[in-house]
């Protein structure tokens, strides 16, 4: 009886080391046989080590996951805020010219018009140098509201820089852009503005420039910039605008 007891437990002991060495081999992915020559002592402890892993599993996975969320979220609104002009809160240089190339290639496939507007602040470096910084981007960002105010909600209004906004204008013809460069004016121009201590009286020009598909993105901002030269030239709060291949 003795005898049959002491080898039912080794047989028990057999089948354990047994199913700890398929268990490790599951896990390192290899063969039982290739675990052979490992003591059972020592598999035993692999055994072990392998089954607190796979508990650790579900917690490390959620773990990476968090972080990758986090990580995502964090890029995320790097990209967005490389995009945005840290004054007005509209969109910078570049998050226009990444949106004016869309808006390209959007009207290339459809053969569709786009215009764009070109609004330049007039008299900022005077009020910089009479009031102050301050003042002046106090200025810009009364400017950059009374834009938003007045466009239409397919328009796109961004800050190039210094006293330069853009307004991208999809689906816009050089008739529907004249228009829309007055009512900016007169949205701009209707009220002075509290900057600091002073009120300024804001004042801006405006060129446009509209075109089909076979137009570019430079040559639209060219012919505007060309456009606000000649509505300053005409005197301050002004619009003048040209068409470029409009009618190919």
Same mark, same amino acid.
């Given at each position: 009886?003795?005898?049959?007891?002491?080898?039912?437990?080794?047989?028990?002991?057999?089948?354990?080391?047994?199913?700890?060495?398929?268990?490790?081999?599951?896990?390192?992915?290899?063969?039982?046989?290739?675990?052979?020559?490992?003591?059972?002592e020592a598999i035993g402890a692999l055994?072990?080590?392998?089954?607190?892993?796979?508990?650790?599993?579900?917690?490390?996975?959620?773990?990476?996951?968090?972080?990758?969320?986090?990580?995502?979220?964090?890029?995320?609104?790097?990209?967005?805020?490389?995009?945005?002009?840290?004054?007005? %809160?509209?969109? %910078?240089?570049?998050?226009?010219?990444?949106?004016?190339?869309?808006?390209?290639?959007?009207?290339r496939r459809h053969g569709r018009v786009?215009?764009?507007?070109? !609004?330049?602040?007039?008299?900022?470096?005077?009020? %910089?140098?009479?009031?102050?910084?301050?003042?002046?981007?106090?200025?810009?960002?009364?400017?950059?509201?009374?834009?938003?105010?007045?466009?239409?909600?397919?328009?796109?209004?961004?800050?190039?820089?210094?006293?330069?906004?853009?307004?991208?204008?999809?689906?816009?013809?050089?008739? !529907?852009?004249?228009?829309?460069?007055?009512?900016?004016?007169?949205?701009?121009?209707?009220?002075?503005?509290?900057a600091g201590a002073v009120q300024v009286?804001?004042?801006?020009?405006?060129?446009?420039?509209?075109?089909?598909? %076979?137009?570019?993105?430079?040559?639209?901002?060219?012919?505007?910039?060309?456009?606000?030269?000649?509505?300053?030239?005409?005197?301050?709060?002004?619009?003048?605008?040209?068409?470029?291949?409009?009618?190919?």
């Amino acid at each position: 009886m003795e005898g049959a007891a002491w080898r039912s437990r080794g047989e028990r002991r057999n089948l354990s080391v047994r199913a700890c060495r398929d268990r490790v081999a599951r896990w390192l992915d290899v063969h039982p046989r290739e675990l052979g020559r490992i003591p059972p002592e020592a598999i035993g402890a692999l055994a072990a080590m392998v089954e607190t892993a796979r508990e650790a599993v579900p917690e490390v996975v959620a773990h990476l996951r968090e972080e990758n969320a986090q990580l995502s979220y964090a890029v995320n609104l790097y990209q967005e805020l490389a995009r945005k002009d840290v004054l007005t %809160n509209l969109p %910078n240089r570049r998050g226009l010219e990444e949106t004016l190339a869309l808006e390209v290639d959007r009207a290339r496939r459809h053969g569709r018009v786009l215009s764009v507007l070109l !609004a330049d602040v007039d008299m900022l470096k005077r009020v %910089n140098d009479t009031h102050g910084h301050l003042a002046g981007d106090a200025l810009l960002r009364e400017v950059a509201t009374r834009l938003l105010e007045a466009v239409r909600s397919t328009d796109i209004v961004g800050r190039l820089g210094g006293d330069e906004f853009l307004v991208i204008c999809p689906d816009t013809s050089a008739q !529907a852009a004249s228009v829309l460069a007055e009512r900016l004016l007169r949205s701009v121009c209707s009220a002075s503005v509290r900057a600091g201590a002073v009120q300024v009286e804001p004042s801006i020009s405006i060129g446009w420039s509209a075109g089909r598909d %076979n137009v570019v993105s430079d040559t639209l901002l060219t012919a505007a910039d060309s456009a606000v030269y000649q509505s300053k030239a005409a005197g301050r709060g002004r619009s003048s605008g040209v068409v470029v291949d409009e009618d190919r």
